[in-house]
């Protein structure tokens, strides 16, 4: 008796298959890495995710890339680490809460920090592991027993360890300049969270007085409500304009203050009036002004955006009511000389969407150029670390060298608390900029210190600022395996080997590893980083939440497969850092291209099913490997292929050639496998007669289906488990660990592939004739293949059995030359091989020339019909315009085939 094996289902079910496979994996700890089995290391962290976040098309994206370069790798016999996890994200979680407190008609501060950071812990138990069950949809193959969180115990750990040392190394100073000021977030934010916004606005034009009444100088400025702040104006040293006022002075309006004419190189002679009030508390170049020229600093501002006591009777303004009334004001007075309408770039907040307002501050800045520098230094001398596609090096160099110090506090509650301390008693309970402060690794460090300066009484409060978020997200690749300690994953794998993101966080977030990891391991924190490109949508438009034209990919998921959606992004990657384009349907949630992967899907699962029932229910293991002596020509083209195809995927992965990997192996399923192969042998798989020619045919296709199994693996995993788990009747083994496939060298044969292919074009010739004159998909015809080349002709004698049975030919006739008294043919040529098949006895010319003429007739009617519509002005100009582009586009379909009717019918 010969054991059984549980065949397929009859349909493929994605979304049970995909379920148990992601359950087994995660319960099994298949992805689990372990440093104490040696070999070769490979690492990927996870770009973490805001635990805000919920899975959108790029998470999808960039997490099947990711997952399908990690699977390949651990096939390949890497001992393979990819670790998960989550960030904090501050900003993002803090406005949730402010925003239920505000609808309990709460404030933060009416709280209390303690009981605020409670709620904020509490929200993340309960919300903030969508997006990791999200993830874990999508099936990727992480580590989660090493999943991590921005602020888990150990992170934390590393962040204070990584300030401590900063400080003391003197990188980290705490001090009062000019940052950014978000005031929906009521907080600063670095220059990288700063986006420019092009809006139209106005410049406004005033006089300002001099104070001996000897006249006035006119300034302008797209920011009038700044001028209460003004304590001087601006002229270029070598504009001979002004330089007889260099040095006097002016009365501000409104205010009545009396502020200097400076000198100064930066100010652009040719901009306006050549004349700049100078701010220097409320804009960054005006804040260099001040400090070359002592200029004192006057803050108008408060930290919710409204105008304080130094902004006279304008104080408790919003920014944009004063900017209006102080315009008026000077209307009144007679010194607003007029108003152009102005487009120009403003800078927004990135979290809080609103301008970002220039605000002297005092906060805590990292001393930036030391690290840039020792960062540039792998760089340039070590190429480290590589990019792909490499000309992002250039992009990540510039920023590299332009970079300046880094605002890293932030005036919030939700984050790593800034590790400083304050001798409060000393300044009556008050921090402020004198009240002295020692950095510590934790309180009782700090109060010791203190103590030992000011005495035992002396009371100490922590800095209530938080660090920025990307403080501890530059500390991901190595913080995540235990860094400061020297743990067994941070001395096997770190460095990681690869870092796989969008080259918008480049400067966000890539640099900042670089130069924390440069810094505190003295080593770059990845090998290789990889660029991927945008998911646009189907009009070729970048997705974003104010254009609402996002894609869900769990809506795909339901509907489609997490494979198929995970395939469609893959295989649509044209080449490295391109972007790709997912074609959509928003009123049905349907998509062309994931519906096509989902067809592949099946296409596979059909063929699979197919073979597995003809193994006579053996595994590839007892059925054995193909015997190169009873193989018969279409054996060793498939084989041939197969191994071609193993060469090729694995040198495009190796390459991070994603997309061209995955087309490959669809190329080769559907085509050469499905389309042909399985069609050529079913006639020997149902010969009970021809023993030996059976087994090489279910030998050679259970090899080639288990191995393309492994090959489609890292691509659809879950699909390709199921399979493979029902052909080789797996017990404790999974698809996910076994060896990626090996080419053969010696299953090659170039040649043979090259007649193949000249069998195969015959053989679609053939078909191509038989639907031309619409000859029954049951019934034989006489084919007669024409050539002198006498090499062809031996291919062509060696196929005439797949000739025949693919293309339905009942005599099929091999010559040089072809007899001159035929009689009337249907031809088609393939090479120097010409194929004809006799229309005598096979087709009733006049019934098929009448059939013929008659369609012809009905396309004609009907494209008349339309034509005339279109030509009719009232229903070009009433209708909806996609009806009349349909009616176009109708009306060029129907000129195609009236075309090819018409060319057959002259033929015929």
Not at 462 to 476: H, I, R
Request: with cysteine.
């Amino acid at each position: 008796m010969t054991a059984s094996i549980p065949t397929l289902a009859s349909k493929y079910d994605p979304f049970s298959t995909e379920a148990k496979w992601q359950k087994y994996w995660e319960e099994n700890h298949v992805f689990q890495a372990d440093p104490t089995q040696g070999g070769e290391p490979f690492c990927v962290v996870i770009p973490p995710p805001n635990v805000t976040g919920s899975l959108h098309m790029g998470h999808a994206f960039e997490n099947a890339l990711i997952d399908t370069l990690v699977r390949y790798q651990r096939m390949t016999g890497k001992n393979t680490l990819w670790l998960p996890g989550t960030d904090h994200a501050s900003i993002a979680v803090q406005t949730i809460l402010e925003r239920e407190l505000r609808s309990q008609g709460k404030t933060r501060d009416e709280v209390g920090r303690e009981k605020f950071l409670e709620r904020a812990w509490q929200w993340k138990e309960e919300s903030g592991g969508t997006i990791v069950n999200q993830l874990r949809r999508l099936g990727v193959s992480v580590d989660w027993s090493r999943e991590r969180f921005t602020l888990d115990e150990g992170l934390s750990k590393a962040v204070v360890e990584a300030f401590t040392r900063l400080y003391q190394d003197g990188l980290i100073y705490r001090g009062q300049y000019l940052v950014n000021w978000c005031p929906a977030s009521q907080s600063a934010v670095s220059d990288l969270e700063v986006e420019a916004q092009e809006v139209n606005g106005h410049l406004w034009h005033f006089r300002y007085p001099l104070s001996d009444g000897e006249g006035y100088v006119e300034v302008a400025t797209t920011r009038p409500e700044t001028m209460l702040g003004d304590t001087a104006v601006a002229v270029n040293p070598g504009d001979r304009r002004y330089q007889h006022l260099i040095g006097k002075s002016l009365t501000l309006p409104i205010m009545g203050r009396q502020i200097p004419i400076i000198a100064d190189e930066y100010v652009d002679s040719e901009f306006g009036t050549g004349c700049v009030k100078v701010t220097p508390a409320h804009d960054p170049n005006d804040f260099e002004m001040g400090q070359r020229h002592n200029l004192p600093m006057i803050n108008i501002m408060n930290k919710d955006g409204t105008l304080n006591e130094n902004a006279g009777e304008f104080a408790g303004q919003d920014r944009f009511v004063a900017r209006k009334n102080v315009v008026k004001r000077l209307e009144a007075d007679g010194v607003l000389v007029k108003v152009e309408d102005y487009k120009h770039s403003v800078p927004y907040s990135d979290r809080g969407k609103v301008p970002v307002e220039p605000l002297l501050s005092t906060q805590w800045f990292v001393k930036i150029r030391p690290m840039a520098d020792r960062t540039l230094d792998f760089l340039d001398n070590q190429n480290s670390p590589e990019f792909v596609p490499e000309r992002w090096t250039k992009v990540y160099r510039d920023w590299l060298v332009k970079l300046k110090d880094w605002c890293i506090s932030r005036q919030l509650w939700w984050g790593h608390q800034i590790p400083a301390w304050y001798a409060v008693s000393e300044t009556g309970g008050q921090i402020t900029d004198e009240t002295p402060f020692v950095v510590a690794r934790n309180a009782a460090e700090a109060e010791a210190n203190l103590k030992s300066r000011f005495g035992d009484s002396v009371q100490i409060e922590q800095d209530p600022d938080v660090l920025d978020t990307w403080f501890s997200s530059g500390l991901w690749p190595f913080s995540t395996m235990g860094w400061p300690e020297n743990t067994a994953d941070l001395d096997f794998y770190y460095p990681t080997t690869t870092l796989v993101t969008g080259f918008d966080i480049i400067f966000f977030w890539v640099a900042r590893m670089t130069m924390m990891a440069s810094y505190f391991t003295g080593q770059m924190p990845f090998k290789d980083v990889y660029i991927h490109g945008l998911v646009r949508d189907e009009n070729g438009k970048k997705m974003s939440k104010s254009a609402n034209n996002g894609i869900d990919p769990l809506i795909l998921i339901e509907k489609y497969g997490t494979d198929a959606l995970r395939y469609t992004l893959i295989k649509e990657v044209a080449g490295a850092g391109q972007d790709i384009r997912l074609e959509y349907n928003r009123k049905t949630d349907e998509s062309a291209s994931v519906e096509a992967s989902r067809n592949f899907a099946n296409k596979l699962w059909n063929a699979a099913r197919f073979v597995m029932m003809n193994l006579d229910g053996k595994t590839p293991e007892q059925l054995g490997s193909p015997d190169r002596e009873t193989l018969e020509l279409c054996d060793r083209w498939i084989l041939s292929r197969y191994h071609q195809l193993i060469v090729q995927t694995r040198t495009s992965l190796d390459r991070y050639g994603f997309g061209e990997a995955a087309k490959g192996v669809y190329d080769f399923i559907w085509g050469d496998f499905c389309d042909w192969y399985i069609e050529l042998v079913k006639p020997r798989l149902w010969d009970k007669q021809a023993p030996s020619s059976r087994l090489a045919a279910q030998q050679t296709l259970a090899y080639v289906l288990e191995g393309i199994q492994k090959l489609l693996h890292p691509f659809m995993p879950h699909i390709t488990e199921e399979i493979w788990q029902t052909l080789v009747q797996a017990e404790d083994r999974v698809l996910a660990v076994q060896p990626y496939p090996e080419s053969e060298p010696n299953w090659v044969d170039s040649g043979l592939e090259q007649e193949f292919d000249l069998i195969i074009n015959a053989i679609r010739t053939i078909r191509n004739l038989r639907a031309e004159l619409e000859i029954k998909p049951s019934a034989k015809v006489p084919a007669i293949l024409q050539t002198e080349n006498a090499s062809e002709q031996q291919t062509l004698e060696v196929a005439k059995s797949y000739l025949e049975d693919l293309g339905k030919v009942d005599s099929l006739t091999l010559t040089a030359t072809v007899d001159p008294n035929l009689g009337k043919t249907m031809a088609g040529v393939v090479g120097t091989v010409q194929i004809l098949i006799p229309l005598a006895g096979v087709v009733d010319i006049e019934a098929l020339k009448a059939k013929l003429e008659r369609d012809l007739g009905k396309i004609e009617a009907e494209m008349q019909s339309i034509s005339n519509r279109l030509n009719n002005p009232g229903f070009v100009n009433k209708a909806p315009v996609e009806v009349v582009q349909s009616a176009r586009d109708t009306v060029a379909e129907l000129q195609k085939q009236a075309e090819i009717l018409r060319d057959r019918l002259s033929y015929l």
